[in-house]
């Protein structure tokens, strides 16, 4: 069972332009909503996270929007740079839970 | 700071054959996962370790796989009779504190091939 689904599966964007993927849930116990970023060879790194009491975080060129009601959530990259070329996992978790349940990933290409 | 490191970085090995995947943690960090990432998926969660024991091991797909952190510190994967479904990349992640919260630090995973 699928508990976080993630599209699209590849997105290429020119640079200066805006990335945006989208993640959908199921499970309302999840409380936090993390993204992370990972290169090739390297393990995911964290990215930006969300609780769902607010709607909307940013930092840098990252926002997160979240939609508790459509159990939605996407990540928002602003002035894409060829440096933001790397996958990216929404995930998702709840408080008494030490597992992170992640996305099945994004493929981000930004062209020069 | 040393962030966290697996070893090998790579193995290969034939189908039914024993293999073990190490994991060094941050320093001072007590909390411990495994992961495996198959090609073009996200990790998924095995098993999560507080100190020394095994707090949730709920993701170990089978009884081929073990996992021990003896010291509270390095864990060990332990997989018998490998099988060619196992391939993937084993990542190992720390945290301070317990619970999916707080940040988990990832090292860069062994790539296990089964062949």
């Known amino acids: 069972q699928q508990q976080v689904k993630q599209s699209p599966q590849s997105l290429i964007v020119q640079k200066g332009g805006i990335s945006i993927i989208n993640c959908a849930y199921e499970n309302t116990a999840f409380d936090y909503f993390p993204w992370y970023q990972q290169f090739p060879g390297k393990g995911p790194a964290l990215l930006i996270a969300i609780r769902p009491d607010v709607s909307e975080k940013k930092e840098g060129r990252f926002t997160i929007s979240f939609n508790k009601s459509a159990k939605q959530f996407s990540l928002h990259i602003m002035d894409s740079q060829p440096g933001d070329s790397a996958t990216y996992f929404c995930?998702?978790?709840?408080?008494?839970?030490?597992?992170?349940?992640f996305g099945s990933g994004t493929r981000l290409s930004i062209r020069p | 700071g040393a962030g966290v490191s697996q070893t090998p970085s790579n193995k290969v090995t034939e189908k039914g054959k024993y293999v073990e995947l190490r994991c060094d943690p941050i320093?001072?960090?007590?909390?411990l996962y495994w992961y495996r990432q198959s090609l073009g998926q996200g990790p998924e969660f095995l098993i999560y370790?507080?100190?020394?024991?095994?707090?949730?091991d709920s993701g170990l797909p089978n009884d081929r796989f073990f996992a021990v952190r003896p010291e509270g510190s390095v864990s060990t994967l332990k997989i018998q009779r490998t099988e060619r479904g196992d391939s993937a990349v084993y990542l190992c992640?720390?945290?301070?504190?317990?619970?999916?919260?707080?940040?988990?630090?990832f090292g860069p995973g062994t790539r296990l091939t089964v062949l």
């Open positions: 992640a720390s945290s301070s504190l317990a619970g999916a919260r707080d940040t988990q630090y």
């Open positions: 370790f507080q100190g020394t024991g095994a707090a949730d």
């Open positions: 320093s001072g960090h007590t909390a």
């Open positions: 995930a998702a978790t709840y408080s008494s839970a030490s597992k992170i349940i």
